[in-house]
């Protein structure tokens, strides 16, 4: 990103995330990508940097990874909220203020990286440390942005747009302050603030940036895998070739010990008439002579004991000589895996950077016959689900166990079937404390939207996520807590839901019941669908399948498709 490109998107998002709060800081798996999951006044939003690239809002989801780094980070930054957002001077360096005091800083220079700083500038946290000419970015020094250079246009507006002199440049940095943007993208070459010839114009920069910058990260990740394939079938080629050349060596010392200590044996007499004189001199070796071989021999020794000597360790060479051969054909197999391990880093990446729809905040599910299904995760959801979203004609829903979510089963003015809303039923039951209770059934009621208030009878209170039910109550009895789960299309998005409902969608899915594991559970499916299903990289499913759980589970049964795979450890 350009000087241009943070203006513009600042001026665009920057005041819309000051209130925010951080809740927790991730990494991108295998990048320098962070991600900064931020909460305020109008929902969750997911605040990407990457050090020397870019900085956006995201709606992808990407398998994440924690390390003590990270860690380190969320001691600094995680529970403040933005205080505010800006450039720093004239270069491509983002400065976030905290509420704590401190300062959360994003170089998008070349070689850039990602620091917190105290109020007064030390350096509490480096994405890399680094040692420049005239400064040093390590824990405990105080930060000393680069000297500054004069702002000249960057190189992908000059080929979009031609030549800009100084006068144009002003006034096109003090459009793009003041937010009068026009964001554009031509896939492959650029994503700028203002319209240029080629280009698709897109409702805001961030979504632009977002576009282009992602399409990089998937290209740019196969890359790096196809660099270290090559890498490493480099390396397992030169591996092969000084093992193989070792096992030749040991086979033909092992084939002339063996020869040595078959004449000796044909010599037997000669042989130990030398043995016996050197013996008799004193002599610890002598050197025998047997044809165009010379063999060192111990005359306390007797010829078959020597010849047993050379025996031993000719057998010594040739097991050398077949353990590495057996490596040799070991190091072929890896070889000839390299290109699929090329098209699983690829499909992980694929499938771990994704757009991630509106409702994906929240538990969802579609109906047997297509119909919307949303729940809270937590009192804020709960309550954030019925203001925005329930309408009158919509069904709510709920058990009777405390501490389920308010669900709601979008009719978008049509009539949803008995089955439809057994399905919605299976949602709220199965995100109810009655699974984690272990429990094998519950009742779920539901009501139109119509019948939901959040104003309590007079003198009462409702705590938040909770509202009034008025009217007669409509009950789905026994609903059983099993979840399926499965992954859906070319994506293969995980998804849950009832399995009459997950069946229509794939037949790639599991049904779950209340268990014993949680994250070990996650991995067996992981297995599940990578050797039976033979979805290659589906390790990078393996966040967004735990967080689906609703909390400890266990495999009830699988699809047709999976049938035995239940049984992977």
């Not at 001077?89 to 401190?102: D, F, M, P, V």
Request: aromatic residues 8%; proline residues 4%; neutral net charge.
């Amino acid at each position: 990103m350009s000087y241009l490109d943070l203006l513009a998107w600042l001026s665009e998002v920057g005041t819309s995330l000051t209130g925010n709060v951080v809740e927790n800081v991730y990494r991108a798996w295998g990048t320098d990508i962070f991600l900064f999951k931020l909460h305020g006044r109008d929902g969750d939003k997911t605040l990407l940097l990457e050090p020397g690239r870019r900085v956006h809002l995201t709606k992808m989801e990407r398998r994440r990874e924690v390390d003590g780094n990270i860690i380190r980070l969320r001691e600094l930054v995680r529970s403040a909220f933005l205080r505010s957002l800006g450039s720093l001077g004239n270069e491509r360096i983002l400065r976030i203020e905290l509420s704590n005091g401190n300062w959360l800083i994003l170089e998008l220079l070349p070689k850039g990286i990602m620091l917190v700083t105290d109020g007064e500038g030390k350096i509490l946290y480096v994405s890399e440390r680094r040692k420049f000419k005239d400064r040093v970015l390590e824990p405990g020094e105080y930060y000393n942005p680069p000297p500054q250079s004069p702002f000249r246009p960057p190189r992908d507006l000059v080929e979009a747009v031609g030549e800009i002199d100084e006068e144009k440049l002003k006034q096109l940095i003090e459009r793009v302050s003041n937010g009068k943007l026009s964001p554009c993208l031509r896939a492959g070459f650029t994503a700028l603030p203002i319209e240029f010839p080629g280009c698709e114009s897109k409702e805001s920069f961030n979504d632009a940036l977002e576009e282009y910058f992602n399409e990089l990260e998937r290209s740019g990740a196969a890359e790096r895998a196809k660099e270290r394939v090559e890498a490493e079938r480099a390396r397992i080629e030169a591996s092969m070739k000084q093992v193989q050349e070792a096992a030749e060596k040991y086979m033909e010392e092992s084939e002339r010990l063996t020869k040595t200590a078959n004449s000796l044996l044909l010599m037997y007499y000669e042989i130990q008439e030398l043995l016996s004189r050197a013996k008799s001199e004193g002599r610890r070796k002598v050197e025998v002579q047997l044809g165009t071989e010379k063999v060192e021999l111990d005359p306390t020794l007797s010829v078959q004991r020597n010849a047993s000597l050379l025996f031993d360790r000719a057998k010594e060479l040739k097991t050398k000589a077949k353990r590495a051969a057996e490596t040799v054909e070991e190091l072929k197999s890896r070889l000839s895996k390299l290109g699929e391990e090329v098209t699983d880093v690829e499909e992980e990446v694929r499938l771990s950077v994704r757009t991630k729809q509106w409702y994906e905040r929240y538990r969802w599910t579609f109906t047997r016959n297509g119909f919307l299904v949303i729940a809270g995760k937590d009192s804020d959801q709960n309550e954030s689900v019925v203001k925005r979203y329930l309408g009158e004609n919509d069904i709510y829903l709920h058990t009777d166990v405390q501490g389920a979510p308010s669900t709601i089963l979008f009719t978008q003015g049509k009539e949803p079937s008995e089955g439809d809303i057994y399905d919605a039923a299976v949602l709220a039951a199965s995100y109810s404390r009655a699974w984690k209770a272990g429990l094998g059934a519950v009742d779920v009621f539901w009501v139109p939207g119509s019948q939901v208030s959040k104003t309590p009878p007079a003198g009462e209170y409702l705590p938040k996520g909770s509202f009034m039910i008025y009217g007669k109550k409509n009950y789905v009895k026994g609903v059983k807590l099993e979840l399926s789960l499965g992954l859906e299309g070319e994506e293969r998005k995980p998804i849950v839901g009832s399995e009459e409902a997950i069946s229509s969608r794939t037949q790639i899915y599991v049904v779950l019941g209340p268990g014993d594991e949680l994250e070990r559970l996650a991995e067996r499916l992981v297995k599940v669908f990578s050797r039976r299903a033979e979805v290659k990289g589906a390790g990078a499913l393996k966040d967004e399948i735990l967080k689906l759980l609703p909390g400890k589970s266990s495999i009830l049964r699988v699809s047709k498709t999976l049938l035995g795979a239940s049984q992977l450890g």
